[in-house]
């Protein structure tokens, strides 16, 4: 017979002093979380939502998917946050004859000065900080699983020897919506690694006319790093510790399990959603809430939090059915719906 487990034990509230500590903490990351987005807006321009949220995912730990059509500065994106957080990037451009071993690295054979010969590890991109996997779909499935894999376990086995990465270590993928010809889409259970997929849209017109002038001149105004792999790693550290009410709680609870067609009592669901949200998608949901609330220089996160982020934490965790499709229903009006129910 298997053993009863432990009743859950709540932690014991935090003392004055932790809490002061903590306050400290929280203020000094929301100044250099403004000071990170100023440097940033020198090189991207309007696109905020889509820098929070990148953001958001990094300070959460996780890795993000950026969803849009080409030129609109999704690499720009990467090299910009490389730099202004202090971070080694590498960038890989996904084809359909990439291999494992061009991303993960491989063994070479060497011969010594004694003549004696021995295998040598040659790291492959994947060891860096920030690594950009450009147009991911692209690639085969056997390549992609290699990187995802090592996106899960933050190492690599070669030849029967695990590589750690760096630390801190996160993929920033891109995929184009509109040319799937040649592509091969990610599994769910691949996709459900990424933390937030993130909907890059056209600028608007005043963010437009500011980069058009900015970007074909003689001169182009740079970046500053503004903070260290230190510093964000602290960071994701204090969000995990960031405390969440218990309203907010049963928001994410309600919202995610009211995505699934099983379990749910909203008719829209139950006739037009395949597959809804696992758990992993309201542990993502908690801990971008506390990320969001971070960069807004708040103690906590609310309800308002999880509104914003549902759409990014749910649209690549969801599947409507042919149904839905037959009927032009999108999933971002299904996820807007479940929204709408929080109150």
Same mark, same amino acid.
């Given at each position: 017979?298997?053993?009863?487990?432990?009743?859950?034990?709540?932690?014991?509230?935090?003392?004055?002093?932790?809490?002061?500590?903590? /306050?400290?903490?929280?203020?000094?990351?929301?100044?250099?979380?403004?000071?990170?987005?100023?440097?940033?807006?020198?090189?991207?321009?309007?696109?905020?939502?889509?820098?929070?949220?990148?953001?958001?995912?990094?300070?959460?730990?996780?890795?993000?998917?950026?969803?849009?059509?080409?030129?609109?500065?999704?690499?720009? /994106?990467?090299?910009?946050?490389?730099?202004?957080?202090?971070?080694?990037?590498?960038?890989?451009?996904?084809?359909?004859?990439?291999?494992?071993?061009?991303?993960?690295?491989?063994?070479?054979?060497?011969?010594?000065?004694?003549?004696?010969?021995?295998?040598?590890?040659?790291?492959?991109?994947?060891?860096?900080?920030?690594?950009?996997?450009?147009?991911?779909?692209?690639?085969?499935?056997?390549?992609?699983?290699?990187?995802?894999?090592?996106?899960?376990?933050?190492?690599?086995?070669?030849?029967?020897?695990?590589?750690?990465?760096?630390?801190?270590?996160?993929?920033?993928?891109?995929?184009?919506?509109?040319?799937?010809?040649?592509?091969?889409?990610?599994?769910?259970?691949?996709?459900?690694?990424?933390?937030?997929?993130?909907?890059?849209?056209?600028?608007?017109?005043?963010?437009?006319?500011?980069?058009?002038?900015?970007?074909?001149?003689?001169?182009?105004?740079?970046?500053?790093?503004?903070?260290?792999?230190?510093?964000?790693?602290?960071?994701?550290?204090?969000?995990?510790?960031?405390?969440?009410?218990?309203?907010?709680?049963?928001?994410?609870?309600?919202?995610?399990?009211?995505?699934?067609?099983?379990?749910?009592?909203?008719?829209?669901?139950?006739?037009?959603?395949?597959?809804?949200?696992?758990?992993?998608?309201?542990?993502?949901?908690?801990?971008?809430?506390?990320?969001?609330?971070?960069?807004?220089?708040?103690?906590?996160?609310?309800?308002?939090?999880?509104?914003?982020?549902?759409?990014?934490?749910?649209?690549?965790?969801?599947?409507?059915?042919?149904?839905?499709?037959?009927?032009? /229903?999108?999933?971002?009006?299904?996820?807007?719906?479940?929204?709408?129910?929080?109150?």
């Amino acid at each position: 017979m298997s053993a009863t487990p432990a009743p859950f034990q709540p932690s014991p509230p935090p003392t004055a002093k932790a809490m002061d500590d903590m /306050l400290a903490d929280i203020e000094a990351l929301g100044r250099k979380a403004a000071a990170a987005r100023a440097q940033i807006g020198r090189a991207i321009y309007g696109q905020q939502d889509v820098v929070d949220q990148t953001l958001i995912t990094l300070l959460s730990g996780g890795h993000v998917l950026l969803v849009g059509v080409p030129g609109l500065g999704k690499s720009k /994106l990467v090299e910009t946050l490389a730099i202004v957080m202090g971070l080694g990037s590498k960038r890989v451009q996904f084809t359909p004859d990439l291999m494992p071993a061009d991303i993960l690295g491989s063994e070479v054979l060497d011969e010594g000065e004694d003549g004696r010969r021995h295998f040598r590890f040659v790291p492959g991109p994947v060891f860096c900080q920030l690594l950009m996997a450009d147009e991911i779909n692209r690639a085969s499935p056997r390549t992609q699983s290699a990187l995802l894999q090592a996106m899960q376990e933050q190492r690599v086995a070669i030849g029967g020897v695990e590589h750690p990465l760096p630390r801190p270590f996160h993929v920033l993928a891109t995929q184009n919506p509109i040319e799937q010809e040649g592509t091969y889409p990610l599994p769910e259970a691949q996709l459900d690694r990424f933390l937030l997929e993130v909907q890059v849209t056209y600028p608007d017109l005043a963010s437009e006319r500011a980069m058009l002038v900015a970007t074909t001149g003689t001169g182009e105004e740079k970046p500053a790093q503004a903070l260290t792999a230190e510093d964000l790693m602290a960071a994701q550290a204090l969000i995990r510790r960031v405390p969440v009410g218990d309203t907010v709680v049963d928001a994410i609870l309600n919202l995610v399990r009211s995505g699934r067609p099983e379990a749910s009592d909203d008719e829209t669901v139950r006739r037009h959603v395949a597959w809804g949200p696992g758990p992993r998608a309201a542990q993502a949901l908690m801990l971008a809430c506390r990320a969001r609330a971070l960069l807004d220089n708040r103690l906590a996160p609310s309800i308002d939090d999880v509104a914003a982020l549902a759409p990014p934490v749910l649209r690549h965790r969801m599947a409507l059915n042919f149904s839905a499709r037959a009927d032009g /229903l999108a999933l971002d009006t299904v996820i807007a719906r479940l929204v709408e129910r929080l109150g």
